[in-house]
């Protein structure tokens, strides 16, 4: 017997072998193997099968001049791309799908030129996905990393041909109602599925959308995309109005709304047994990754020595740029004819500046967590030993993401850079071993070190994020004064500098009670703000994880 998720994957290549276009693809969320394969092997074969690559170039998209014929001739030869004629796209890698990558293919699924997409997402965690745009123009959304070889089995997919199918009244109204419910924000959702309910009556070798195609419909398209768990209590329709009984002589109308449409709590019910238990953890970590960028990485920059290969861009020759030599012969093949008719020596090939393409590549630079901890007072020793837990757990994590770690501790009249960038556990505990705390606090000071180490980074190619571990309570002026009111404007003098250098911040509240100041000042600099009045090392460094995604 095979794993009822095998059984709806099946079902859905059976409608995409029907209808293509009208559903535009698939979403398949699975790592490389043996499941994956059969999957595969039973992709339907009303198109032709084209695969892509995430780093595909627009020339092999689109098409562009053919290099090889147009030097050997007299005349510009094109050749087409992969999106010349109508094909089943298959997409391995979908989860390192660039940006434009996914406005191409978007536009081409908007378009309705005769393209399906099958995006195989193989990322091992929640923001490791698709992007979201394209992600949204594809009807039917799978999941299959649960399941073993042995919960599926061989699928034969002999499609019907599509033929018109009607669509009882309120449908769509009662699709858009339900996405509501599911906090389902695309409009996009609810035509997908009334596409899926009418794809699946075709299967069934019906010619109007009954009560299973739409229950089919919703499982297969809404649910995947629920970002919220429908309210049992609020799944009741209101009770029908009274019967018009002002013409005694009129024919009553047997219709009921009931038999009219199908009722939204019967969808309802299927999609919240379709919902997994952990949907709202699973959506938790998804929203926090896109919030705040991919994981473990610093800034994109664009280079012209390493790092992943950019288009090429016109350029002249020197210094340290590299010539692109198949993009330079692409840009002067059409040229060739003329510049030989015009040329008294007869050469065979003319290069000229305008021709000249060089590299270009996207690097990307180590980031630099900075660590400004509180050391005042007379509960410094302890959140001290929590930020030297914090450090060393975070570190272990730095080595697979080439971060780097340093930490600032503020007491007394001013700040000291106790550990400068580094990527060494074992300098990282000797730096750490013995901090004295008490005094003033001096967090102006803090934070001036603190943007001072992160230009010095900036300057030496890497990304700097600063994380604040204070209680909030300012009593010592940048020029040492004990001023609190001083202390505080200050404060926030340098939160304004760091927030203009456009460094990224953290804030974690170590005092007993929240502090109004400290959360004003996570307003300005656009930073999380973390109140953690009681938190050990494992939860410093799992909300610095989650907030920063170290």
Do not use: C
């Amino acid at each position: 017997m095979t794993h009822p998720a095998w059984d709806r994957a099946v079902l859905a290549l059976r409608l995409l072998a029907i209808d293509p276009v009208g559903l535009g693809g698939i979403w398949l969320r699975g790592r490389a193997g043996p499941v994956r394969d059969r999957f595969l092997a039973a992709l339907p074969a009303p198109l032709p099968h084209r695969r892509l690559h995430p780093a595909i170039s627009d020339e092999q998209l689109y098409g562009g001049v053919d290099l090889p014929a147009t030097l050997t001739s007299d005349k510009v030869i094109y050749q087409q791309g992969l999106m010349a004629n109508p094909s089943l796209l298959i997409l391995p890698m979908a989860e390192r799908t660039s940006p434009g990558l996914a406005a191409r293919l978007g536009i081409a699924l908007d378009q309705k030129t005769g393209h399906a997409l099958v995006a195989l997402d193989e990322g091992a965690t929640p923001e490791e996905a698709l992007p979201p745009a394209l992600a949204d123009r594809l009807a039917l959304h799978l999941d299959l990393s649960e399941l073993g070889f042995h919960d599926t089995a061989v699928a034969q997919i002999t499609p019907p041909p599509l033929v018109p199918v009607t669509v009882p009244p309120g449908t769509i109204t009662d699709l858009a109602a339900i996405s509501v419910r599911l906090g389902i924000s695309s409009l996009r959702a609810p035509l997908l599925a009334l596409a899926a309910a009418r794809t699946h009556a075709v299967f069934q070798g019906r010619v109007e959308v009954d009560q299973t195609d739409l229950l089919v419909a919703t499982e297969l398209v809404l649910a995947p995309r629920a970002t919220q768990i429908p309210d049992a209590e609020a799944d009741h329709e209101p009770p029908p109005p009274p019967p018009d009984t002002s013409s005694e002589g009129e024919a009553q109308d047997d219709t009921t709304p009931d038999d009219a449409a199908l009722p939204q709590e019967i969808l309802l019910k299927a999609v919240r047994a379709m919902l997994p238990a952990d949907l709202l953890a699973r959506l938790a970590a998804g929203k926090a990754a896109r919030a705040t960028g991919s994981a473990g990485t610093g800034a994109k920059k664009r280079g012209n020595r390493r790092g992943r290969p950019l288009p090429s861009r016109p350029g002249r020759l020197g210094g340290d740029a590299r010539i692109d030599l198949v993009a330079t012969l692409r840009a002067a093949a059409p040229w060739q004819p003329l510049r030989r008719s015009l040329s008294p020596r007869g050469q065979r090939l003319h290069i000229r500046p305008a021709d000249i393409r060089v590299k270009q590549y996207q690097e990307t630079s180590d980031r630099l967590l900075i660590f400004v901890v509180d050391a005042s007072g007379s509960a410094a020793m302890a959140r001290l030993a929590e930020a030297k837990g914090a450090v060393e757990l975070l570190l272990v994590q730095a080595y697979a993401r080439r971060d780097h770690v340093a930490l600032i501790a503020f007491r007394g009249t001013g700040a000291e850079l106790l550990l400068p960038p580094t990527r060494s556990l074992v300098q990282t505990k000797r730096r750490l071993a013995a901090l004295p705390g008490g005094g003033g606090t001096p967090m102006a000071a803090g934070l001036q070190a603190a943007l001072d180490l992160a230009l010095q980074a900036r300057g030496r190619g890497l990304t700097p994020t600063v994380a604040l571990l204070t209680d909030g309570r300012a009593n010592i002026a940048l020029d040492g004064s004990a001023d609190r009111r001083a202390a505080q404007s200050d404060a926030m003098v340098l939160a304004r500098a760091l927030a203009r250098q456009g460094v990224p911040a953290l804030i974690i509240d170590t005092g007993a009670r929240p502090q109004p100041q400290l959360r004003d000042m996570a307003k300005m600099l656009d930073a999380p703000y973390l109140p953690l009045p009681r938190a050990d090392a494992a939860r410093l460094g799992a909300a610095v994880s989650a907030a920063l995604e170290v």
